[in-house]
């Protein structure tokens, strides 16, 4: 079955530490996106992509960087210049220009600070 | 940036009853959407609305894309336990021919009366 898989499910992050997370897609998408959700918070971009070796900051780039090496994933970096990490992040991917309102999610991963 | 206005922030709904809620914005959208995310999964497009006026329905499910493109509003007829979620409205607006990304609202969160 095609979809969107993020890995790790939970994820735990020292001070200083920089931890990637995950993301694949083999819906065939040229489209993917990373969202950053806090509690009682709608979904904030972060850092999106259209096309395999481009990317463009969402509206919290700060802190995060990203790759688009294959078509297939997506992986997103937390920084240690990321002070306030804690939140549930998603992953999304939709097929691309002229139909990129429909957004496929992963089912996310929890980061939390130790 | 834009923002949206979603509404109510959260309710609790009995078995086999309606349900609304709305979302409104300061600006015109092109397409609007809406979203249900079940707890610790990543969200599931319900519906998509494309012209001003439309009224579209999935099941139990109507949405409407508001006269004015500033609102839209979903409508959950006879509810069942499995409705309980989260429900997030979007927003799209094309610039030059390209389609803008979506702006999500915070939010309904719907649960069971007690």
């Known amino acids: ?114 | 940036g834009q923002q949206l206005n979603q509404s109510p922030q959260s309710m609790f709904i009995q078995e086999g009853e309606d349900v609304s809620m709305n979302c409104t914005s300061s600006s015109i959208f092109n397409t609007w959407l809406w979203y249900k995310q079940d707890p610790g999964e990543g969200p599931v497009l319900l519906i998509a609305l494309y012209k001003a006026g439309e009224l579209t329905s999935n099941g139990r499910l109507t949405a409407q894309f508001g006269i004015t493109r500033k609102d839209s509003f979903l409508n959950i007829s006879a509810s069942i336990p499995s409705d309980v979620g989260i429900y997030f409205c979007a927003g799209q607006l094309w610039y030059g021919g390209s389609q803008g990304n979506l702006i999500f609202g915070k939010g309904t969160k719907l649960s069971v009366k007690p």
Request: proline share 4%; glycine share 10%.
């Open chain 1, 1 to 114: 079955d095609g979809g969107i898989t993020q890995s790790p499910k939970y994820l735990f992050r020292k001070e200083g530490q920089n931890v990637t997370l995950s993301c694949e897609q083999n819906l065939n998408h040229d489209a993917m996106y990373w969202y950053r959700q806090d509690p009682g918070q709608g979904l904030r971009l972060i850092y999106y992509s259209q096309i395999v070796n481009d990317f463009q900051k969402g509206d919290i780039a700060e802190g995060y960087s990203v790759s688009r090496e294959k078509k297939e994933s997506f992986p997103l970096t937390v920084t240690s210049a990321q002070k306030n990490p804690t939140a549930f992040y998603l992953c999304a991917s939709s097929p691309g220009q002229g139909r990129n309102e429909k957004l496929f999610f992963g089912s996310g991963t929890q980061l939390s600070v130790l």
